[in-house]
């Protein structure tokens, strides 16, 4: 089942992408929570135009976040956390520690558009990715420290 996507949803596309998921999925939860409508013809022809009209804007965003990324730079985030003697993290960074973190920094970015590597549950330095744009991804690292 193809459809149109109306919003950004992670792991599936991006806004104004057309993709092609299982019937049920589609019908039973893209659609109806609004995230999404069916690829018939006249959607279709609609999309094209709404695209079309968008695309000054659309780039307007892609320069914003490519700015963004370059003033962002190779930022390397402080993070403090408790841990252990052994260096272990008492539970893990989440993607809300480090939306925090840059936010600390001056940059609002969601932490929704954070991609952490894995679980991180050791001090130590870590790589995040930052979903800036859907053509704009930049890196940034992360230092895991013990709180004193």
Do not use: C
């Amino acid at each position: 089942m193809d459809i149109i996507l109306k919003e950004d949803i992670k792991g599936l596309g991006y806004k104004n992408d057309v993709v092609n998921v299982k019937p049920g999925y589609g019908r039973n939860y893209l659609i109806p929570q609004g995230y999404a409508i069916i690829a018939s013809k006249s959607n279709m022809k609609m999309h094209k135009e709404n695209i079309r009209q968008a695309s000054h804007k659309a780039e307007k965003i892609k320069n914003e976040a490519q700015e963004l990324a370059s003033k962002i730079g190779a930022l390397v985030l402080p993070i403090s956390t408790k841990a252990g003697e052994s260096g272990k993290i008492f539970g893990a960074i989440t993607t809300t520690q480090v939306a925090e973190a840059i936010s600390n920094k001056g940059f609002d970015i969601d932490r929704k558009k954070i991609n952490l590597p894995s679980n991180i549950k050791e001090l130590g330095e870590y790589e995040v990715e930052l979903d800036l744009h859907k053509e704009v991804k930049h890196s940034i690292k992360i230092q895991v420290t013990a709180e004193n």
